[in-house]
């Protein structure tokens, strides 16, 4: 291994993203390529494997060779080969690990494996100073909404997370429910801006007295509720009695502005309950769901009162991207923890359990 600092290419293919990204030394990002699929899924109001996984297969070759590009660099140059290749979408997730197989193959370089969940915790370290451990964790997306208590990178343990809903599935049902289109949930954020957030009052869910674990699904059926009404009749007859087309604008962004107050609180409460548990003084964030302006705001004004290290994620690094990925392959290349061919796609993470 070279003593310079490392130059690592991420690839990036769990859900509906096609990503590559250069970093250099795990903070240094060169390069940064996202080729985005809402186009695609537009129309299904949700994200269709089948559709992603061919899609990444049709843009992996043309991305890759953008961050290169990008990156100022040859192949012969880079470090390591980097991959995504758990948890997500089992379709998709292939088409990254076989790309980073082969290219680590046909150019000789080390071969690392990435958990994607453990690199939107990294994801706010990127052009940022190193932390300092221990550390609590928090990831927030359309499909993962949990805590972790973190020693380091490599040991990392699960204190709660959602038992239904995940918090951006939350807010895209809340999207479909007052009929914003899709994507969701920046365009309830954006709606929401225009609103009272104390227009409504919506619950916020903390579950027993001691847990970390969090809940959205009554926070989503409150909101059903006061937009559309309880259903009239049972069963399969069962209709509501209104919909979103009757709200006024106005109406429309308060319900907004209301939702995102309840959500954002649920995280925060829960996040002062950790920190009253576990004696740290920092916090990691990362996923989509923090580039969401009011959990921004909540989170710093709570880092600020605690005197936390808080890291939030750049706007460009919160959804998902290749940057996390070779950031945190960067920890893993300096001790020497490469992957071998059998490195193997997992629609699961690994994280211990509380």
Known sequence: MSQREPLILGIESSCDETAAAVVRGGREVLSNIIATQHELHEPYAGVVPEIASRAHIERILPTIREAVREAGLRYEEIDAIAVGHRPGLIGSLLVGVSAAKALAWSLDKPLIGVDHIHAHLYA??????????????????????????????????????????????AYDKAATILQLGYPGGPRLDKLAQLGDDEAYELPVSMLERNSLDFSFSGLKTALLYAVCGKPEGRGSSARMPRDASSLSDLEKADFAASFQRAAAQAIVRKLRRAFKQHKVKTLLTGGGVTANSRLRHELEQMAAQRGLDLRLPRMEFCLDNAAMIAGLAAERYRAGAFDDWTLAASPRSETVSS
Do not use: N, Q
């Open 124 to 169: 706010g370290l990127l052009e940022d100073e190193p932390v300092t451990f221990p550390a609590l964790g928090l990831v927030v997306s359309g499909g993962h909404t949990s805590l972790f208590l973190m020693k380091d990178f490599e040991r990392i343990r699960v204190l709660g997370r959602t038992i239904d809903d995940a918090i951006g599935e």
